[in-house]
């Protein structure tokens, strides 16, 4: 059974920075890409950025410049760095990955809460 569990998420105020990771556990060939969506209260899931098992990046317009997604392949795991944080970053955010059974999948990770706030 395929699993994503994160960690890192917290309460932190205006301009701080958080670190948030996505580790995929269970029997699989291989994970394309993996990538952080978050959703607000009342709003659609938006993705945040996502990276290819090459190491190619995408990000959204809003989070260019402050976030940084990294991911480690012997590992499994992707990670989010968050810095200069905005109380409109607040979210609960979900790690997404493409991984191979017999063909790929989507999954989903449980979500982690992101507050910025004073």
């Known amino acids: 059974q395929v699993q994503l569990v994160e960690s890192g998420g917290g309460l932190v105020q205006p301009g701080g920075s958080l670190r948030l990771s996505c580790a995929a556990s269970?029997?699989?060939?291989?994970?394309?890409?993996m990538g952080w969506y978050r959703q607000a209260p009342g709003k659609e899931r938006e993705l945040v950025a996502n990276?290819?098992?090459?190491?190619?990046?995408n990000y959204a317009d809003s989070v260019k410049g402050r976030f940084t997604i990294s991911r480690d392949n012997a590992k499994n795991t992707v990670y989010l760095q968050m810095n200069s944080l905005k109380p409109e970053d607040t979210a609960v955010y979900y790690c997404?990955?493409?991984?191979?059974?017999?063909?790929?999948?989507?999954?989903w990770g449980q979500g982690t809460q992101v507050t910025v706030s004073s």
């Open positions: 990276i290819t098992s090459g190491g190619s990046t």
């Open positions: 997404n990955a493409v991984i191979r059974l017999i063909r790929p999948y989507p999954f």
């Open positions: 269970g029997t699989f060939f291989n994970i394309n890409t």
